[in-house]
């Protein structure tokens, strides 16, 4: 089932690329940009039936101009893009990465996609509420889910498409649809526009969707466009997106 929602614009203080995974929690006046693993990759470890040499390769090709348009969207929004990775990271595990090694690797593609190093903010940990990361404190971030616990709990994946989506309204569509995962589709009229084909972008969304419903063991999950009305200028390339969504997973 998919189900459309909009709400009312709000400003932020930051805006964060991170992971899609549902546990993620983040403090008021975050923007979130879900990918998959912030879309880390490694060439041939881990599991190679989830992620193929296809996938892999899809992956590298589509970073860096995914990288580039959420920096440049989350200047258009007035909030300074960070990248975070996290512990108990799923989409890291099935590439091979080991957990001490996630952040390290999340750093590399940054540098490798020709952006600063800076742009990461660092690792989230696990706490019960989110906790300062990076150097100017403005982003709070915590994994609710203990390092020890495997077992995801989404039953809903929300895809964005106008500018990403705070805690707040994460929130309220949670309360409807139980935990989500956060896939950002809001880079696509950008990363036409630097000349990404968009072959390439549909198969990294549903790369990710994918990965989704393997990690719920294929349960049955509600996917949710949400438009935040935040990319006004972008309106026809998120309609776009979201007739694609729903021309694909439509039931």
């Known amino acids: 089932m998919i189900e459309q929602h909009e709400f009312e614009p709000v400003s932020a203080r930051v805006a964060v690329a991170t992971c899609m995974d549902e546990a993620l929690t983040f403090k008021k006046g975050a923007i979130v940009f879900g990918l998959g693993g912030t879309a880390v990759s490694t060439p041939a470890r881990g599991n190679l039936e989830l992620f193929t040499p296809?996938?892999?390769?899809?992956?590298?090709?589509?970073?860096?101009?995914?990288?580039?348009?959420?920096?440049?969207?989350?200047?258009?929004?007035?909030?300074?893009?960070?990248?975070?990775?996290?512990?108990?990271?799923?989409?890291?595990?099935?590439?091979?990465?080991?957990?001490?090694?996630?952040?390290?690797?999340?750093?590399?593609?940054?540098?490798?996609?020709?952006?600063?190093?800076?742009?990461?903010?660092?690792?989230i940990d696990h706490h019960h509420k989110p906790q300062p990361i990076g150097k100017d404190g403005k982003l709070?971030?915590?994994?609710?889910?203990?390092?020890?616990?495997?077992?995801?709990?989404?039953?809903?994946?929300?895809?964005?498409?106008?500018?990403?989506?705070?805690?707040e309204e994460k929130q309220i569509l949670e309360n409807e649809h139980g935990a989500s995962f956060i896939i950002s589709a809001d880079y696509v009229s950008r990363a036409l526009q630097f000349g990404?084909?968009?072959?390439?972008?549909?198969?990294?969304?549903?790369?990710?969707?994918?990965v989704a419903y393997h990690i719920m063991n294929n349960s049955a999950l509600n996917i949710i466009i949400f438009d935040a009305k935040r990319l006004?200028?972008?309106?026809?390339?998120?309609?776009?997106?979201?007739?694609?969504?729903?021309?694909?997973?439509q039931q």
């Open 196 to 210: 990404l084909k968009s072959n390439y972008l549909e198969q990294f969304l549903n790369l990710q969707i994918d």
């Open 54 to 123: 296809e996938h892999r390769k899809l992956i590298d090709l589509v970073r860096p101009t995914i990288y580039t348009s959420l920096t440049k969207l989350s200047r258009s929004l007035d909030a300074p893009l960070a990248f975070t990775s996290h512990r108990g990271c799923g989409w890291a595990k099935g590439m091979g990465i080991h957990p001490d090694e996630v952040s390290e690797v999340t750093e590399k593609v940054i540098e490798n996609a020709g952006l600063d190093t800076r742009l990461f903010a660092g690792h």
């Open 140 to 167: 709070g971030a915590c994994i609710i889910r203990p390092p020890e616990e495997h077992l995801h709990s989404a039953e809903s994946i929300i895809i964005t498409t106008g500018g990403g989506i705070t805690p």
């Open 232 to 249: 006004h200028y972008d309106a026809q390339n998120n309609n776009s997106a979201a007739e694609y969504i729903q021309s694909r997973y």
